[in-house]
């Protein structure tokens, strides 16, 4: 019993997830897949953004069955309060844990309105509307143009739902495309 109990674990281990080319064990719900992805930052294993590198001027990820590349600029980390500027660990978790939701049917993102506050480079909005959500990323101005290259540069073609990308500085009023409809969800890293 314990050989085949084994044997099954051995068969869910895989090389590789996305740009990630450690193991990986597969798993069979979201919940397992966060705690294990909150498990690899444990401080004995911690190893700082293990997922992305910040130094880099872009990221690729695989991520509903395309290959997204996101436009990074390291050279802005230098100025104080910019963090929009480069990929984090949380955003890599936060988008394969939509598309493994999606894909398990526990959640359905089709024509849901859903606005993303702070997107900095926009790999969570644009896997959004990857899987089908109308999404609107909002960042502050001097973030925009590397979030519109983002979302330009990756959602091409057949595209199931759509993204715009705003301008959204916390504390000014409202636009109305921001509560006319109302978002299905809101969602911020």
Not at 22 to 40: F, H, P, T
Not at 51 to 56: L, M
Not at 59 to 85: E, Y
Not at 124 to 147: E, F, N, Q, S
Request: charged letters at 20%; hydrophobic letters at 40%; a negative charge.
């Amino acid at each position: 019993m314990a050989a085949r109990a084994e044997a099954t674990e051995e068969e869910n281990v895989v090389l590789g997830l996305g740009s990630y080319k450690g193991k990986v064990r597969v798993v069979s719900d979201c919940e397992e897949e966060i705690m294990l992805l909150w498990a690899i930052q444990q401080p004995i294993y911690s190893k700082n953004n293990a997922f992305v590198n910040q130094s880099s001027l872009q990221l690729n990820i695989d991520a509903c069955g395309r290959s997204l590349s996101i436009l990074q600029s390291p050279s802005s980390l230098a100025t104080p309060g910019v963090t929009g500027a480069v990929m984090w660990d949380s955003g890599i978790i936060l988008g394969k844990f939509l598309e493994h939701s999606v894909e398990s049917e526990t959640l359905s993102l089709r024509g849901k309105n859903v606005v993303e506050l702070g997107s900095g480079c926009g790999l969570v909005g644009c896997i959004a509307a990857l899987l089908g959500a109308r999404v609107i990323l909002t960042d502050l101005p001097d973030r925009l143009k590397l979030l519109k290259k983002n979302v330009e540069a990756n959602l091409y073609g057949n595209v199931r739902g759509s993204a715009i990308v705003d301008e959204l500085t916390w504390g000014d009023h409202l636009d109305r495309v921001f509560t006319n409809p109302l978002p299905d969800f809101a969602k911020g890293l």
